[in-house]
């Protein structure tokens, strides 16, 4: 019985050191170590030994297992671990390589990080805040009491079970909370995600990215805002883009001005992006209400400051020529990686 395995074990290692393809080395695995396999009738027949053998052959028959097991497996990561598999039987080292597929930073995220770079170069810290927010800071800290008419202006989406907060319509939320925690002087940008309750269309959505930005100090004026705008537009467009400034009106700003940008998709010819105007309202700014520097805990006699805020996306789109806002959130990676 002891030459009987002897002789098994050097025939498999054999037959499995010349196999060349998995098909052919799985058949082996099944001939010598399969339910009905050869060595697994001798383990079978142990019982019909006599009692001094038993120990013997069972000890000898479990060491070839292990032995032809080993073959078995060295012999499979060969053929399957190395990329080979049925039919093959070299490995062709010449063959070019398989490029990995990385992932890429999103439009907006890009814009938001060269954004960051060109207002932290001017000294402005970086603050984000909640995206649920109080009433207190969406509105009434910024001079729109609850029977403010700019209410009517802000479609928004309420918590039904948490009266009093909303999904924030602007990062100006963050105004008197960083006056609140770092007092003035302050230069500050809140760059974060909002929300609006309106209709989508080639130029709104419903969700969009928005920035803040807040200097306060004594004796800024417009000159001030001015200055920085032009500074952050050709940061991010690379050139001077002609802009214009009309009177509009904001709460928390006194006087306020609507900022609008040659529309850069058209060059100022007219698209529906533009309303077919060339001008594309980019920027809502002006110097800072009085009634918000008192909230922030500042005396507006000794103090003052501007204000500015403008959405990402639309920025994004002038930057890169997008048509269409809804085309940021569409999931669409033939969108997304040609950026």
């Known amino acids: 019985m002891l030459e009987k395995i002897k002789k098994l074990k050097n025939q498999a290692l054999k037959e499995i050191k010349k196999s060349k393809v998995l098909k052919e080395l799985q058949a082996l695995e099944t001939k010598y170590l399969g339910r009905k396999g050869e060595l697994t009738g001798i383990l079978r027949n142990l019982k019909d030994l006599a009692k001094e053998q038993k120990p013997l ?22 053929l399957t671990g190395q990329g080979k598999t049925e039919g093959e039987h070299f490995l062709d080292i010449t063959l070019p390589g398989q490029k990995a597929e990385t992932g890429h930073l999103h439009p907006i995220t890009i814009v938001k990080q060269q954004l960051m770079d060109v207002f932290t170069k001017m000294g402005f810290m970086v603050i984000e805040g909640p995206e649920l927010e ?8 910024l001079n729109i009491p609850a029977t403010h008419p700019a209410r009517d202006t802000m479609d928004t989406f309420y918590i039904k079970d948490k009266p009093g907060w909303v999904m924030r319509t602007h990062t100006s939320n963050q105004q008197v909370r960083a006056l609140e925690k770092y007092g003035a002087p302050l230069r500050a940008v809140f760059p974060g995600r909002v929300f609006r309750y309106e209709a989508t269309d080639a130029a709104h959505e419903t969700t969009f990215y928005h920035l803040e930005g807040l200097m306060i100090d ?24 002609p802009v214009r400034l009309r009177p509009g009106y904001f709460p928390f700003v006194e006087p306020g ?54 959405g990402l996306n639309r920025l994004a789109m002038m930057k890169y020529g997008i048509t269409d806002i809804r085309l940021f959130l569409s999931g669409d990676l033939r969108f997304l990686k040609q950026f």
């Open 134 to 141: 109080s009433e207190y800071y969406n509105f009434e800290a």
């Open 218 to 241: 004594k004796n800024i004026s417009i000159a001030n805002l001015i200055a920085v705008l032009r500074a952050m537009l050709k940061g991010i467009f690379k050139r001077d883009v």
């Open 57 to 78: 052959v069972g000890k000898l028959a479990n060491e070839v297992k292990s032995e032809i097991e080993q073959a078995v497996s060295d012999l499979k990561f060969e």
């Open 257 to 310: 001005f609507e900022v609008d940008v040659t529309c850069l998709l058209c060059q100022g010819r007219g698209c529906p992006v533009c309303k077919h105007s060339g001008w594309v309202e980019m920027i809502g700014a002006g110097l800072v209400h009085p009634k918000v520097l008192a909230a922030g805990g500042l005396d507006p006699k000794e103090w003052s400051g501007f204000a500015f805020g403008m």
